[in-house]
């Protein structure tokens, strides 16, 4: 008799013992689809029927606040608006495959000299972080950032990762996308922007909430000054995107 409560007792011990060891499995089998996710997600995204929402405007949604964009076709926005962006955020963009490695060295080369840090982000870096990751600083991020805009270079062409990032890119609070950027500051759509409301859209991009194109202040002038510039002699930097 002993020996058969024994014996029942032993599977019920092993069954309770098993059980953090089952949910812990299932806690790395849910982190490692998560991981997996953005790569799923980036083919799906190849066609132009795709509109594809970043993090920041769900989270916007499910804290019922809404958000304000248009999508709008790379064909459809203003030559000057494209120069300008790139000029100002990734001016390699048509060299590198994702990441600019050569701008990331120096950055780790200062941090590791204790000097402060300027950004490396390329286009598409900033692209994946907006669609799949989170804002702030974090060792973290950029270890998930790195392969995933390595990634959405070879899949994507320059063409949809630009047309992408354009859309989904923070103009103000609540504002993303360059359409919906365009009228909310100067009442125009994308396609009409002149050089000079182009140059400070894009000057505004680090800061959106803190930078209004439509008035800038002496240090934004200063700023969208240089990107028309820069933007007048960019033919050689942007054939991967104008044939």
Known sequence: MAGSQAEETQPTMTSRKSRPQRLLRRLVLLLILLLLLPYVLLPLYLPAFVHPVSTPMLARLVTFQGYDRQWVAFDDIAPVLVQSVMMSEDGQFCNHHGVDWREYRAVIDQALAGEETRGASTIPMQTVKNLYLWNGRSYLRKGLELPLALAADAVWSKKRLMEIYLNIAEWGPGVYGIEAAAQNQFGIPASKLSRRQAALLAVSLPDPDGRQAAAPSAHM?????????????????????YD
């Open 221 to 241: 002038n200063a700023l969208a000054d240089r990107v028309e510039r820069l933007g007048r002699k960019s033919g050689s930097y942007i054939t991967c995107l």
